[in-house]
């Protein structure tokens, strides 16, 4: 582990792209940043640091986990404004026109070819990065699982949400079931299960798009976000989320081991 970007774009960096380390980890909504040719998207500063423009402490959340665990990280370093990298491609909310109840001026209206020049700025190039590198791991025999990072905010449209983590995740729980099984386990800590989000809601496309299709493990984790606006809580849910991560992995390669049921 070197700690140093070993790669990096306008719209995405890759930390660590040769850890041997089983896990890739994932953040699709790590940075606000809109570039200056959007003008701000119209917005005022204030409303790109909430949690419309990004997933505020889910970056070093993923950065450390990452490091904790001998794992590359694959990150966005473009709001999610500009083109959200966890959309498909015909997804209405690919380029946000209101967020929960806020109007994104610079995105209204946009012609099909500034869409599509979105769509090439950062979206793609996010996942053909993503692609590469987990191809590479494949194709030097590397046991690949991927884990993406996002954070919530504590009430949505009014409502409060009780739940401190969510573990999101379709039928194949080969990961989901032990990481809701550890953090079930901690005291004092509410974990959802496809809760506040489940892929009906279209939050899962990262996962479906380089696990499902490739039949790895894969989940996504939402820490919600008053819980990680510091460094202490970053690095609590970091190691948190390393042993509970790291416990899974331990009991995929004892069921192998014991001849139970193994997967590519």
Request: glycine share 12%; hydrophobic share 40%.
């Given at each position: 582990?070197?700690?140093?970007?070993?790669?990096?774009?306008?719209?995405?960096?890759?930390t660590?792209?040769?850890?041997?380390?089983?896990?890739?980890?994932?953040?699709?909504?790590?940075?606000?940043?809109?570039?200056?040719?959007?003008s701000?998207?119209?917005?005022?500063?204030?409303d790109?640091?909430r949690?419309?423009?990004?997933?505020?402490?889910?970056a070093?959340?993923?950065?450390m986990?990452?490091h904790?665990?001998?794992?590359?990280?694959?990150?966005?370093?473009?709001?999610?404004?500009v083109?959200?990298?966890?959309?498909?491609?015909d997804?209405?909310?690919l380029?946000?026109?209101l967020s929960?109840?806020?109007?994104?001026?610079?995105n209204?209206?946009?012609?099909?070819?500034?869409?599509?020049?979105?769509v090439?700025?950062?979206w793609?190039p996010?996942?053909?990065?993503?692609?590469?590198v987990i191809?590479e791991?494949?194709?030097?025999?590397?046991e690949?699982l991927i884990?993406t990072?996002?954070?919530f905010?504590?009430?949505?449209?009014?409502?409060?949400?009780?739940?401190h983590?969510?573990?999101?995740?379709?039928?194949?729980?080969?990961?989901?079931?032990?990481?809701l099984?550890?953090?079930?386990?901690?005291?004092?800590?509410?974990?959802?299960?496809?809760?506040p989000?489940?892929?009906?809601?279209?939050?899962?496309?990262t996962?479906e798009?380089?696990?499902?299709?490739?039949?790895l493990?894969?989940?996504?984790?939402?820490i919600?976000?008053?819980?990680?606006?510091d460094?202490?809580?970053q690095a609590?849910?970091?190691?948190?989320?390393?042993?509970?991560?790291?416990a899974?992995?331990?009991?995929?390669?004892?069921?192998?081991l014991?001849?139970?049921?193994?997967?590519?």
């Open positions: 582990m070197t700690g140093l970007w070993s790669g990096e774009t306008t719209t995405m960096k890759v660590d792209r040769d850890a041997t380390g089983p896990w890739v980890i994932v953040c699709e909504h790590a940075s606000n940043h809109v570039p200056g040719e959007f701000g998207l119209g917005l005022d500063p204030a790109l640091q949690h419309i423009a990004w997933d505020p402490g889910a070093p959340v993923a950065r986990l990452g904790a665990l001998g794992a590359v990280v694959v990150e966005s370093t473009i709001s999610r404004l083109a959200d990298a966890n959309r498909p491609l997804a209405p909310d380029i946000w026109e929960e109840t806020t109007t994104i001026p610079g209204v209206g946009l012609s099909a070819e500034e869409r599509a020049r979105r090439e700025l950062a793609r996010f996942h053909e990065t993503l692609d590469a191809a791991r494949l194709a030097a025999g590397r690949t884990a990072i996002h954070s905010t504590p009430v949505w449209k009014g409502t409060p949400r009780p739940w983590v969510g573990v999101i995740h379709d039928e194949d729980e080969r990961i989901s079931a032990p990481l099984a550890g953090l079930r386990g901690e005291a004092g800590i509410i974990v959802g299960d496809n809760e989000y489940a892929p009906k809601d279209r939050v899962y496309y996962v798009r380089h696990a499902r299709a490739r039949g493990p894969g989940v996504m984790i939402e919600r976000n008053d819980l990680i606006a460094h202490g809580g609590d849910w970091a190691a948190r989320l390393a042993r509970h991560l790291g899974a992995t331990a009991a995929r390669a004892g069921a192998s014991d001849g139970g049921r193994r997967y590519a």
